[in-house]
């Protein structure tokens, strides 16, 4: 007998939000794997589950596989999927259609097909692992409910750095938005200092785990500080009623269970992260050739001198674009750069310094 490929391809298709592009993904991974199967020369098993994928076919597959000691396992899973705070590993629950526990956890399938001792297993989910309000065993059907991959909540990440920030810490803390004697201003799109708050917030909770030891009350205050000084200036300059401004606090009895590092100079140029979005008329969603409603614009303004400084800019999208991540050199553009998009996020940009520094700035990227 020959070595044998097992692909195992659970799509669920039927859903009525993701289904078309769960069948994309069963397409494109079903004719990857064939492709996999004829480069080595392996016979090649197919068990595909696309309108059928349910409890029954879930679970019946998976049991009765036949495998050789030099046989190869693929299983790959698009579907819904989340995570509960219960959750001891990093993979998420997905969704089995017609289970009457609709959520299943993902690790065990990975231990069932690792069971059966083949030479190789590759395990494979595409499906959200964000947080959700569910346990392991709580019978709730989410697949239904939204339009991308599970629910839009927090990824492990950002509750590792919301706790860090919230959990990990003791003592009070008390900040006011403008310095003695000085007036704090308010826009048609919020309080300048709230704002820069906000940012500054968003900022540490989207950093990496290599950096965690960054996210701090410290690094936190210091940089809505100067988020809020120079927005605060920004207005000022233009507008002499108003007065520049900066938040001040006290934080004698606060204390962390973590190790926690300074920024010295948070942000070295007086930068900033900007966006602007339009509606696509009918043309020009034919000459883009998309189905989405809104063009978003986003680039790094600041003075000529500071642009200078730049290499380049690191955008991160939201997670569900084609290129999520794109890398833009064009300081004669202000790194300026278009996208379709169809809904708001949060969107972070990576500074590169020619001096070999960088910093992070974030923004939500409401629509106008």
Not at 20 to 31: A, G, L, T, V
Not at 209 to 234: F, I, K
Request: aromatic share 12%; with cysteine; hydrophobic share 30%.
């Amino acid at each position: 007998m020959g070595q044998t490929l097992h692909s195992i391809i659970f799509s669920y298709s039927e859903d009525e939000k993701i289904g078309p592009s769960c069948f994309e993904d069963y397409r494109n991974f079903r004719s990857e794997i064939r492709t996999i199967a004829d480069g080595i020369s392996y016979d090649l098993a197919e068990y595909h589950f696309s309108q059928d994928f349910n409890k029954e076919s879930f679970i019946n597959t998976l049991n009765n596989l036949s495998v050789q000691s030099e046989d190869i396992i693929i299983l790959y899973i698009t579907s819904h999927g989340a995570r509960s705070a219960q959750d001891d590993n990093q993979f998420p629950q997905i969704v089995v259609p017609g289970s009457e526990e609709n959520f299943s956890a993902y690790r065990t399938h990975q231990s069932l097909v690792t069971s059966y001792n083949p030479k190789l297993s590759l395990t494979i989910v595409d499906a959200c692992n964000n947080y959700a309000n569910i346990s392991p065993k709580e019978i709730t059907v989410y697949g239904k409910t939204y339009e991308r991959k599970g629910l839009q909540m927090l990824s492990e990440n950002e509750k590792n750095n919301y706790i860090r920030l919230f959990k990990n810490y003791t003592g009070s803390l008390i900040v006011s938005s403008s310095q003695e004697g000085v007036s704090s201003i308010a826009t048609s799109k919020g309080s300048t200092f709230t704002n820069s708050f906000l940012q500054s917030l968003r900022y540490y909770v989207l950093l990496e785990t290599s950096n965690e030891s960054l996210v701090n009350w410290d690094n936190l205050l210091v940089r809505a500080q100067q988020y809020t000084l120079n927005e605060s200036e920004r207005i000022a300059f233009n507008n002499t009623d108003f007065n520049s401004h900066y938040p001040v606090w006290e934080n004698n009895t606060l204390e962390s269970a973590q190790t926690i590092v300074s920024e010295a100079e948070v942000i070295p140029p007086s930068i900033e992260l900007v966006h602007s979005t339009k509606l696509f008329t009918d043309q020009e969603k034919l000459d883009w050739g998309t189905n989405n409603p809104y063009m978003l614009s986003v680039w790094i303004e600041g003075s000529s001198s500071d642009l200078d400084m730049i290499e380049s800019v690191t955008y991160f999208y939201h997670h569900t674009f084609v290129h999520p991540v794109s890398i833009n050199t064009n300081v004669n553009e202000k790194f300026k750069e278009r996208t379709d998009v169809w809904g708001q996020f949060w969107l972070r940009a990576r500074i590169n310094f020619k001096d070999g520094t960088e910093t992070e700035l974030s923004r939500y990227t409401s629509f106008d």
